[in-house]
DNA sequence: TTTTTGACGATTC
DNA sequence: AGAATCGCCAAAA
């Protein structure tokens, strides 16, 4: 398998959120390089459904809280699912307290 | 090769 | 405050 380059590094990211947080594809976008636009990330989150590796999507959403990529799992509940699965909270496809759980890796990982 | 399309984000109207 | 538009950059048709 070829190094595909930024879904790599997307795909790590994302597999480093820790349960009961979320990050958003921009934060991602920052961390890697403002070189990479957070609809990269979308697209590297897209890619992902082909791989067999375990990747945490519903932890990453849009910047404010919203499952806007819930329709591109099995099931448009199953993002949710998951999230409620960690422990957050979502209503109205939206992440409760998002603010206070968001998870930025230019942060975190930087300590 | 050119065009279209996005799991986004910030800005402008 | 809500809606519309532009910018990012890569992959699929």
């Not at 791989?51 to 919203?66: H, K, M, S, T």
């Amino acid at each position: 398998m070829m190094n595909t380059n930024f879904f790599e590094d997307v795909y790590d990211v994302v597999r480093l959120i820790p349960k009961g947080r979320a990050t958003s594809y921009g934060a991602i976008a920052n961390f890697l390089g403002s070189k990479i636009s957070a609809r990269m990330v979308g697209w590297a989150m897209n890619a992902a459904h082909s791989e067999n590796d375990n990747i945490p999507a519903q932890r990453v959403v849009n910047r404010i809280g919203l499952l806007t990529g819930k329709m591109h799992f099995a099931t448009p509940t199953t993002m949710q699912e998951l999230l409620e699965a960690d422990g957050l909270i979502v209503e109205n496809d939206q992440i409760k307290n998002f603010k206070e759980l968001f998870w930025d890796p230019a942060i975190e990982l930087e300590i």
